[in-house]
């Protein structure tokens, strides 16, 4: 964790077993959708999908207003009102996919949920590519009930991690083929998936 490398993200101030609820420390600032992010529960590292992003109030209930009208950019309504960057906040929900203890990687939920005010990284290169070595997790997106579709989770998954592969022709043909096998009879769920990774 120590590592120049690792760029840390946010905190998280809501966690249960299978996800958790980080708040940026910049507005607008979060891992892009799909994106393998990490949190720990000591001596456990916990690996999560960043599946949604919200910006909204920090007070619960109060909407922002427009406050446009009058400026000719998006950034005057910030210049003008520079106290809507403490009144807002932006989160994310990253779903579990897998943990790290005794430096054994495991594609599979934790033992414990993330703790809360844990710190959260965006997981640099050489650790998605060890991560994505194996496909195991995708049955978790495969079999989640989220406010994203699956076929959208998944693509945008799979085009993050494909990134950090030299070839990512190679990653992505093999990861279409474990899907063939996941999906099974689902032709069409398939389909979309693939039709989304395609380069």
Do not use: W
């Amino acid at each position: 964790m120590g590592s120049v490398s690792v760029q840390r993200v946010g905190e998280v101030v809501e966690a249960s077993t299978t996800d958790f609820i980080a708040q940026c420390y910049e507005l607008y600032q979060s891992p892009p959708l799909g994106s393998l992010v990490k949190t720990r529960d000591l001596p456990v590292e916990l690996y999560g999908i960043v599946y949604n992003t919200t910006t909204t109030s920090i007070e619960p209930g109060r909407r922002p207003i427009a406050r446009g009208k009058d400026e000719a950019s998006e950034e005057g309504i910030y210049r003008a009102s520079p106290q809507l960057l403490k009144l807002l906040r932006t989160e994310f929900n990253a779903l579990v996919v897998g943990h790290k203890q005794d430096d054994k990687l495991y594609h599979y939920l934790p033992p414990n949920p993330a703790r809360i005010h844990s710190f959260v990284y965006l997981c640099p290169p050489e650790e998605v590519k060890e991560f994505s070595q194996s496909f195991n997790f995708i049955s978790i997106l495969i079999n989640t009930h989220l406010p994203v579709s699956v076929e959208e989770l998944i693509s945008a998954c799979l085009r993050q991690m494909s990134q950090v592969y030299e070839d990512r022709h190679s990653f992505l043909v093999a990861a279409g083929k474990e899907l063939a096998i996941l999906l099974g009879g689902e032709f069409n769920q398939l389909k979309a998936i693939l039709g989304r990774i395609k380069e």
